[in-house]
T-cell receptor, first 117, second 113 residues
Framework: GAVVSQHPSRVICKSGTSVKIECRSL??????MFWYRQFPKQSLMLMAT?????????EQGVEKDKFLINHASLTLSTLTVTSAHPEDSSFYIC?????????????FGQGTRLTVV | GQQLNQSPQSMFIQEGEDVSMNCTSS?????WLWYKQDPGEGPVLLIA?????ELTSNGRLTAQFGITRKDSFLNISASIPSDVGIYFC?????????????FGEGTQLTVNP
């Protein structure tokens, strides 16, 4: 149980275009999902917390108009990188928490490697 | 904000050796988690700790939640080549940060056959 699937695993896009990344909880419902960004040889940096049915909460320094998050159902959250630039190239990872569990650990998707050319 | 210091940053060991890594925090957590990340993949949960002083094992892995609630360690015994990867600790304090995790900087483990 507790499988989180992220799609696509890799994407290359042209500068100025937008890219959507999906995060799905396959065998559980997630009221809360988290989006992280990871640069090479660095740790995971939380970008935003996605709450089903409400607006996402963004971390300081993360532009909400650039990184659009939608959490329309209990099993799906999407991150859209708008007007992508080369500096947005990174590894984006989502995680989700099974709200039925008494414990609070989060399970991660496999990540999306975004390359903006 | 909360700061997590993870050490060592990297380790190069021979197959069969034991490994130890730890994390310390500037403030308390009520949950400590240890993850392993392979290249190009998301982190995979190894061990979760929920109680100060708790010692938990998962196969060759053992982790402990420090009594002060500000530290945790992870031990790997009899390492094998597939233990290679980056290990991250993560702390969580529900009262102030909800489900948000604070990650350590990671420990890159290399195991030589």
């Amino acid at each position: 149980g507790a499988v989180v699937s992220q799609h696509p695993s890799r994407v290359i896009c042209k500068s100025g275009t937008s890219v959507k990344i999906e995060c799905r909880s396959l065998d559980f419902q997630a009221t809360t999902m988290f989006w992280y960004r990871q640069f090479p040889k660095q740790s995971l940096m939380l970008m935003a917390t996605s709450n089903e049915g409400s607006k996402a909460t963004y971390e300081q320094g993360v532009e909400k108009d650039k990184f659009l998050i939608n959490h329309a159902s209990l099993t799906l959250s999407t991150l859209t990188v708008t007007s992508a630039h080369p500096e947005d190239s990174s590894f984006y990872i989502c995680s989700a928490r099974d709200y039925r569990r008494a414990t609070t650990e989060a399970f991660f998707g496999q990540g999306t490697r975004l390359t903006v050319v | 904000g909360q700061q997590l210091n993870q050490s060592p940053q990297s380790m190069f060991i021979q197959e069969g050796e034991d490994v130890s890594m730890n994390c310390t925090s500037s403030s308390i957590f009520n949950t400590w988690l240890w993850y392993k990340q392979d290249p190009g993949e998301g982190p995979v949960l190894l061990i979760a700790l929920y109680k100060a002083g708790e010692l938990t094992s998962n196969g060759r892995l053992t982790a402990q939640f420090g009594i002060t609630r500000k530290d945790s360690f992870l031990n790997i015994s009899a390492s094998i080549p597939s233990d290679v990867g980056i290990y991250f600790c993560a702390g969580q304090l529900i009262e102030t940060s909800g489900s948000r995790l604070t990650f350590g900087e990671g420990t890159q483990l290399t195991v030589n056959p």
